[in-house]
T-cell receptor, first 116, second 113 residues
Framework: DTEVTQTPKHLVMGMTNKKSLKCEQH?????MYWYKQKAKKPPELMFV???????INESVPSRFSPECPNSSLLNLHLHALQPEDSALYLC???????????????FGPGTRLTVL | QKEVEQNSGPLSVPEGAIASLNCTYS??????FFWYRQYSGKSPELIMF????GDKEDGRFTAQLNKASQYVSLLIRDSQPSDSATYLC?????????????FGQGTRLTINP
């Protein structure tokens, strides 16, 4: 299994809603990532989890709350979002860089989020 | 200066020709470089990675790295209309024991039949 899956594919939410994005991989990767991508822009890193611990938080507002329940799952909890948070949210996974090799990141299909 | 720079294009190439995509980076200590292809509305798909100076070939794709010039490129031979996409150059750094990819702005490539 060389796939990263994400649910839901599309999400529309109001500014007062609470929702969660889910990501799953079964490649045995121990590093997982959340990226945000706006139209015609490159992906921007939000969070990195390494061995289920948060390693990097790129100064993301607290209305985005990541969670890594186990080595295969990654969640992104959303609360009180703003319309400017509308974007494609991408999950990725890779081997831990200390394992050697390229440790390339594989992306899931993304969740298209619209905040009204 | 941006960390990773690419010409945003659009780059238009006739079918069957060689498409050449370029990327420069600012951190001289960078070791690993990746090329992703992204079709409109889809997620990035890894095409190639390179971390040694010189050329690396995979099918119709060749990645070239010159660390002295801080330059990495992707050549696509015998370009096909299905190669039309945005190509993202990414440079990896290690921060706090974790990997971080920094992407260039991407080059939009169009292959004309």
């Amino acid at each position: 299994d060389t796939e990263v899956t994400q649910t839901p594919k599309h999400l529309v939410m109001g500014m007062t809603n609470k929702k969660s994005l889910k990501c799953e991989q079964h490649m045995g990767h121990r590093a997982m990532y959340w990226y945000k991508q706006k139209a015609k822009k490159p992906p921007e890193l939000m969070f990195v989890y390494s061995y289920e611990k948060l390693s990097i938080n790129e100064s993301v507002p607290s209305r985005f709350s990541p969670e890594c329940p186990n080595s295969s799952l990654l969640n992104l909890h959303l609360h009180a979002l703003q319309p400017e948070d509308s974007a494609l949210y991408l999950c990725a996974s890779s081997q831990e860089w200390t394992s050697g090799g390229a440790n390339e990141q594989f992306f899931g299909p993304g969740t298209r989020l619209t905040v009204l | 200066q941006k960390e990773v720079e690419q010409n945003s294009g659009p780059l238009s190439v006739p079918e069957g020709a060689i498409a050449s995509l370029n990327c420069t980076y600012s951190d001289r200590g960078s070791q690993s470089f990746f090329w992703y292809r992204q079709y409109s509305g889809k997620s990035p798909e890894l095409i190639m990675f390179i971390y040694s100076n010189g050329d690396k070939e995979d099918g119709r794709f060749t990645a070239q790295l010159n660390k002295a010039s801080q330059y990495v490129s992707l050549l696509i031979r015998d370009s096909q209309p299905s190669d039309s996409a945005t190509y993202l150059c990414a440079v990896r750094s290690i921060i706090q024991g974790a990997q971080k990819l920094v992407f260039g702005q991407g080059t939009r490539l169009t292959i004309n039949p």
